[in-house]
């Protein structure tokens, strides 16, 4: 049994049955939580993402935020912000495009928005001397315009799970039977519209939505800025369970090994984007990543790498290509998407309709 799990047992023994959500805020945020003990990134942890695939990833998003900035008209005080920077690696790629341009590393600041103190230790050790002013935070900024990326944040974010019975909704919980945590349901109806045959699962990111409006408000507050979010999801609410656990890059069960286990959910970005204009930014997309990166100029950029490059190497970039693009099994073109705010309706690059 572990640790995250004993502390539930004893949690539902006093209070009873507990949302999904709320077992999903144990298993991350618990002392002895997933990101507090566990290495989830790269070949070793539990999934990798897509800037350690490749610098092409982070070097790409790099170029689009410079670019929102610059056609801000270069303002000063701003803050270059990552939501969930995991080990730092998608920060450094996007400071060594944006150092190309010195006007922007004298106008910013680094904010990573980061709750576990172990990763926060190997992101400064991982940024190390690229930018001289970093700091961490545990929710977005509001004070300056943000330039800001989340890759792979919203979709680690509790949701709550509604069941449809008896032409009714109900809440799923989490309860004990024996020495067993399993799943249940709530006795009473939740106030959820909409209709749906029976069994139909919905799923709500309640938190996501509130800080997707955050962020939203504070662009439309400052009147410039953008925010990049790019996450494995739908374009609109389609019903259905998406809630997962992967252990070692394979498949796992939600409710075995509490805070040892990555779980997840696909994102809303329809419910984002509607969130986003409640707080009066302009929503784009979603659009499928490699779409995005293409757009933006990954086959350029892979050209460039693989010039003169051994054999080995220029098959290494092509394989990424392949990975972040493509829409393959196993491959993330498609599967993940990008999602732009802005405080103006105009397109921002890699966003245009085609």
Not at 72 to 81: R, S
């Amino acid at each position: 049994m572990t640790p995250v799990e004993e502390r539930l047992k004893r949690r539902i023994a006093l209070t009873g049955p507990i949302s999904v959500a709320d077992y999903m805020a144990a298993c991350v945020g618990d002392p002895d939580g997933y990101y507090a003990r566990q290495e989830p990134f790269g070949a070793s942890g539990d999934f990798v993402t897509a800037p350690e695939i490749s610098q092409m990833f982070g070097e790409i998003v790099g170029a689009w935020l410079l670019d929102r900035w610059r056609a801000d008209g270069a303002p000063d005080g701003i803050d270059l912000v990552e939501l969930g920077p995991g080990r730092g690696t998608l920060m450094a790629d996007i400071l060594r495009v944006v150092r190309r341009d010195p006007r922007f590393i004298a106008a910013s600041r680094v904010v990573l928005v980061e709750s576990s103190q172990r990763l926060r230790k190997r992101q400064a050790e991982t940024i190390g001397g690229l930018h001289p002013r970093l700091s961490f935070a545990d929710r977005p900024p509001r004070e300056r315009p943000l330039y800001l990326v989340a890759n792979e944040f919203f979709d680690a974010l509790p949701i709550r799970q509604f069941v449809r019975q008896d032409s009714r909704w109900f809440e799923r919980t989490v309860g004990v039977e024996g020495d067993r945590l399993l799943f249940g349901l709530s006795p009473f109806p939740a106030p959820v519209t909409g209709e749906a045959p029976d069994g139909a699962v919905r799923e709500v990111c309640a938190m996501g939505e509130a800080i997707a409006r955050d962020i939203a408000e504070t662009l439309t507050t400052h009147g410039k800025g953008a925010a990049l979010i790019v996450d494995y999801g739908y374009a609109d609410a389609i019903g259905g369970e998406t809630l997962q656990a992967v252990h070692r890059h394979d498949h796992a069960e939600v409710l075995d090994r509490p805070g040892e286990v990555d779980l997840s959910a696909h994102v809303d970005f329809g419910a984002l984007g509607r969130a986003a204009a409640r707080g009066g930014a302009k929503a784009h997309g979603p659009v499928g990543q490699g779409a995005f990166l293409v757009a933006l100029g990954l086959v350029e950029r892979a050209g460039q790498l693989g010039t003169g490059a051994s054999t080995e190497t220029q098959d290494e970039i092509r394989a990424a290509v392949n990975r972040l693009a493509g829409v393959g099994p196993g491959e993330m073109g498609d599967l993940f998407k990008a999602m732009a705010l802005t405080v103006t309706a105009d397109i921002p690059p890699g966003f245009a309709p085609g």
